[in-house]
């Protein structure tokens, strides 16, 4: 089983600054099979990114995905208002899993 | 536009099982990934196990081996999530996702999901 380590566990930023969120996998991802969801309260997660660095449909430009092998990075540009939430990344190269999340939270 | 609506809430003792629901709507069924999340209260999201109904085929995560079993059912489109010998740690929110795309065995991610099924082990 592949594990994923999300680092920082939390991020604390102001609307108009950048983040930058990491996953790293315990071992490489084939094809860089990983997503990224984004999730608030009482809410069922959204997709963000899928295969590393593929926008999902919808989702603003302001949200990109990098990385491959063991580490990957999620980068929001420029933070609105709705952009704080929870973060999880997704492996799915062999069966699947998630990270344990970071969050964006006001400062 | 898919939508997949899940059961309602359930309340259940320690040592019994639990059935959770999952009807899709407004796309095909049988060709896609269904994937099963659960959440428990205040912590992350953790992968339990997926069915292509297409091609039978399901896989679980070894945490849940032997207790867990997904199956579908083509005619109704519908995919069911059954836990057994549950215990207080397995109260959390389930929630049923779909994947955008058809392919092979391979797994994938979820771009629809379910409002989420909270389960409630409590004796």
């Known amino acids: 089983e592949i594990v994923l380590t999300q680092s920082p566990d939390t991020l604390s930023l102001s609307p108009g600054q950048s983040a930058t969120l990491s996953c790293r996998a315990s071992?490489?991802?084939?094809?860089?099979?990983l997503a990224w969801y984004q999730q608030k309260p009482g809410q069922a997660p959204r997709l963000l990114i899928y295969?590393?660095?593929s926008r999902a449909s919808g989702i603003p430009d302001r949200f990109s995905g990098s990385g491959s092998g063991t580490d990957f990075t999620l980068t929001i540009s420029s933070l609105e208002p709705e952009d704080f939430a929870v973060y999880y990344c997704?492996?799915?190269?062999?069966?699947?899993?998630f990270g344990g999340g970071t969050k964006v939270e006001l400062k | 536009q898919v939508q997949l609506v899940q059961s309602g809430a359930e309340v259940k003792k320690p040592g019994s099982s639990v059935r959770v629901s999952c009807k899709v709507s407004?796309?095909?069924?049988?060709?896609?990934?269904i994937t099963w999340v659960r959440q428990a209260p205040g912590q992350g999201l953790e992968w339990m196990g997926r069915?292509?109904?297409?091609?039978?085929?399901?896989n679980y995560a070894q945490k849940f081996q032997g207790r867990l079993t997904i199956t579908a059912d083509q005619s109704t489109a519908t995919a069911y999530m059954e836990m057994f010998s549950l215990t207080s740690d397995d109260t959390a929110f389930y929630f049923c996702?779909?994947?955008?795309?058809?392919?092979?065995?391979?797994?994938?991610?979820?771009?629809?999901w379910g409002q989420g099924t909270l389960v409630t082990v409590s004796p």
């Open positions: 996702a779909r994947s955008p795309s058809t392919g092979g065995p391979g797994f994938t991610y979820a771009s629809s």
């Open positions: 407004g796309g095909s069924f049988n060709t896609h990934e």
């Open positions: 069915i292509i109904p297409a091609l039978t085929l399901t």
């Open positions: 071992k490489s991802i084939w094809s860089g099979y």
């Open positions: 295969d590393a660095s």
């Open positions: 997704q492996q799915y190269g062999g069966s699947s899993s």
